[in-house]
């Protein structure tokens, strides 16, 4: 559709290319590498069963943020145009992205001062970021403003629920969230952490079950006790690699709450290089995080 301003994004979303493309969403990659290796991949260059696969052979990934640079003709091709932008960005919690995302909108808007460039931090990842993105995409194809897109984004952030557990706690263990002791001992007794996004957009371990149907069925109880009202009862999952856990968890959300799952989608390999293959998470907007 046309419209007088685009809908920016970077690929710590989690929506597949193919998906950002039919909602006429730009985005720019976060890029990993293995240890021990010179090439750098792009976010979506290689595909998830494959990475994960690496990871589980031992393979250690390293990511790197989008630079200002990247970011600065990013944003000035839709200016060239004569259009608005709006990026939504990764977490700031997580992710240097945003504050390079924020320096090139600033150089931008003296060099554009006829243009408007709106930056939202979303304080959210994955397939949470990514729920922000298609609200953003169906208020635009509604004919809301850019103002009015952004003002909607930012009414869903503080409410925007990320819950996410792990199956196997060696990758927290190298991102600093747990121990090597907690680790080691965690994954002898399969105790699994349940953990979630916080108001900050920082990841924060809540509690811990023991075994993966207990920590499953831990997500979708978050559901039930956190969702706003059963009018908005749409969620998203996202899985690293285990796509039969992820078909159980939305069986145990539709069945037992009532939801609706509308987007299944991988982990990329980004967020996937802190979490590990066998990351579940489920995103929904609740009464608050």
């Known amino acids: 559709m046309t419209?007088?301003?685009?809908?920016?994004?970077?690929?710590?979303?989690?929506?597949?290319?193919?998906?950002?493309?039919?909602?006429?969403?730009?985005?720019?990659?976060?890029?990993?590498?293995?240890?021990?290796?010179?090439?750098?991949?792009?976010?979506?260059?290689?595909?998830?069963?494959?990475?994960?696969?690496r990871m589980r052979e031992g393979g250690i990934a390293k990511t790197s943020a989008i630079n200002s640079e990247r970011f600065r003709l990013f944003f000035e091709q839709p200016l060239k145009e004569g259009k608005d932008v709006l990026y939504l960005g990764f977490s700031s919690g997580l992710s240097a992205t945003y504050s390079a995302a924020k320096i090139a909108a600033e150089q931008l808007a003296e060099e554009y001062p006829d243009r408007k460039i709106i930056t939202i931090d979303t304080l959210a990842a994955?397939?949470?970021?990514?729920?922000?993105?298609?609200?953003?995409?169906?208020?635009?194809?509604?004919?809301?403003?850019?103002?009015?897109?952004?003002?909607?984004?930012r009414?869903?952030?503080?409410?925007?629920?990320?819950?996410?557990?792990?199956?196997?706690?060696?990758y927290l263990k190298r991102g600093g969230r747990v121990s090597p002791t907690v680790a080691f001992v965690g994954n002898v007794l399969g105790i699994k952490p349940i953990l979630h996004v916080d108001d900050e957009g920082h990841l924060i371990n809540i509690s811990k079950v023991r075994g993966r149907k207990t920590?499953?069925?831990?997500?979708?109880?978050k559901y039930g006790e956190l969702l706003e009202n059963a009018e908005n009862n749409e969620a998203f999952i996202s899985h690293g690699d285990c796509i039969e856990d992820a078909e159980a968890l939305k069986d145990i959300?539709?069945?037992?709450?009532?939801?609706?799952?509308?987007?299944?989608?991988?982990?990329?390999?980004?967020?996937?290089?802190?979490?590990?293959?066998?990351?579940?998470?489920?995103?929904?907007?609740?009464?608050?995080?």
Not at 155 to 168: E, G, K, N
Request: net charge negative; with cysteine; hydrophobic share 40%.
């Open 155 to 170: 009414s869903y952030i503080p409410r925007l629920c990320h819950w996410f557990t792990v199956d196997d706690l060696v």
């Open 3 to 53: 419209s007088s301003y685009v809908i920016l994004t970077d690929s710590a979303c989690d929506i597949i290319p193919e998906t950002l493309k039919e909602w006429e969403v730009g985005y720019l990659s976060l890029t990993f590498r293995f240890d021990g290796e010179d090439r750098e991949y792009a976010n979506d260059e290689m595909d998830s069963h494959a990475f994960y696969d």
């Open 126 to 153: 994955s397939a949470g970021f990514g729920m922000l993105v298609a609200f953003a995409t169906r208020a635009r194809d509604n004919g809301a403003s850019l103002d009015e897109v952004a003002d909607l984004v």
């Open 253 to 289: 959300l539709e069945s037992q709450y009532g939801a609706r799952v509308t987007l299944i989608t991988p982990v990329g390999t980004v967020i996937g290089a802190h979490s590990g293959p066998g990351t579940m998470a489920l995103f929904y907007v609740g009464k608050n995080r």
């Open 215 to 221: 920590s499953i069925a831990a997500l979708a109880k």
